[in-house]
């Protein structure tokens, strides 16, 4: 059965994610192009916020205010805290979480918005590779999956 994701609950929530986003994506600002898979150096990799988030628009980081997830954020760092996992803890499977991040983030924007614009940046092996993952991450945001056995099946 294919996936059915509600727009509705597709929420960003930024309090309860791990800030996935400021590490795994590029920034092409000018005055700092971020790479890839690299956390942000604004970002405390401790408490996984951004430093200067009071002050994005005067420092030019101004796509970072709009930056919606559209719910993958959390997705991706609830299917790593069920393993024990996270980026900032677990460095040597930062890069795995980042790029699931990357696949599930491109899926619903392509759901979402299917004729946009938007490129992945993953080498088509990794995304076979990290199928498990990513499959994952979507039961956890589309309507007609529980993974993890959470739902009241009574
Ligand atoms: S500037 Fe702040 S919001 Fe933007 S990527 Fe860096 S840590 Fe994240
Ligand atoms: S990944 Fe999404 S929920 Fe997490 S910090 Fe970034 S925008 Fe917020």
Redo the contacts with the bound molecule.
Sequence with gaps: MPRIFDKAKLKTDCANCD?V??AAVR?PYAHYP?PPRTP????DETLCH????NE?EQRG?DI?RGFDCHGAGLAVAQLFREMGRSWNTHPESATVQFHTFSIVYFTIVKYLHPDRAIELDVPEKVIEDLKPFTEAALDLLAENADPFGTLDKS
């Design positions: 800030a986003c400021c920034l971020k942000c150096r604004h970002l951004c430093t200067v988030f994005l980081y970072c």
